[in-house]
């Protein structure tokens, strides 16, 4: 399914390279099995996306299993759309990307998946998680795949390019966003601020897209060590943009109770 990057005629499936007919060619990582077709660094870096310390942080949290309701709720509304590709947009570590994978082999389904991201470090790990997915380095605002060729797009926490995602969709396809709801992480923000404030909830309306519904994940979970509150921390935003006496309050702590919620906002490309 990958587009060559350079003149966007379809590449093999060769076992350590992939190649275009006009002779362009991307290597396969060794380490994860994934190709690298971003032609241009947006970033000014030489390894642009997440850092490695943010992607152990994630990979940390996510695989203790405090998000699996979200986890569970994403396979349980994939699994109802029939679909020949699905391309997790913005897949980092593959946690979800491997569990909707897994979803869909208990049902029989034939879909393949495919994970595109900025970061090669987590693409390394979302390679070995998934080995049957196709994962690339490549920009959402870019993405190296044919017009209409994508059944489902799931789209959790990354950058929305609407128009991109629309030009991969099918007719009809599924644009499954995730995003936090009003109170998430609400026990976190009670400690880095004075006045937490709740987030938007409002639907998003995009052209060409018809939203067909919202579907709430929520639960309670308790943070048992200090380990695995500095790795939520490293994870989210607040990392970057908490005041660090707030910040040291926080990662002294060695338990932690929050509430989390997600919404997933469902549209149909039109």
């Not at 879909?111 to 970061?119: I, P, Q, R």
């Not at 629309?166 to 976190?188: I, S």
């Not at 308790?222 to 921390?233: K, P």
Request: glycine share 8%.
């Amino acid at each position: 399914m990958f587009l060559c990057p350079v003149c966007r005629k379809p590449l093999d499936d060769g076992a350590k390279t992939r190649a275009c007919p006009s002779g362009h060619c991307f290597d396969r990582s060794a380490q994860g099995g994934y190709v690298n077709l971003l032609r241009t660094n947006r970033r000014g870096s030489a390894d642009p996306g997440d850092s490695s310390e943010m992607c152990r942080a994630r990979t940390r949290f996510l695989e203790s299993g405090y998000y699996e309701v979200l986890r569970d709720t994403l396979c349980d509304t994939v699994s109802q759309f029939p679909s020949r590709y699905i391309l997790d947009a913005g897949c980092g570590e593959g946690y979800y990307t491997t569990a909707v994978m897994k979803a869909l082999r208990d049902i029989a389904s034939p879909a393949k998946l495919l994970g595109v991201d900025l970061s090669k470090t987590a693409l390394r790990h979302a390679g070995k998680q998934c080995p049957d997915g196709e994962f690339a380095v490549a920009s959402l605002f870019d993405l190296p795949l044919p017009d209409h060729s994508i059944d489902v797009i799931l789209h959790l926490f990354a950058p929305m390019c609407e128009q991109e995602f629309r030009r991969v969709l099918t007719g009809g396809g599924t644009l499954v966003t995730v995003k936090p709801g009003a109170d998430h992480l609400w026990g976190l923000k009670e400690i880095l601020y004075d006045k937490p404030y709740p987030n938007d909830e409002d639907e998003a309306e995009y052209e060409d897209f018809h939203w067909m519904g919202r579907i709430f994940a929520e639960d309670e979970i308790t943070l048992r060590c200090n380990e695995d509150i500095r790795a939520l921390y490293q994870m989210t935003p607040y990392a970057w943009k908490t005041a660090r006496e707030a910040a040291g309050r926080l990662l002294s702590m060695e338990t932690l109770e929050t509430k989390i919620s997600f919404l997933i906002d469902l549209y149909l490309a039109v």
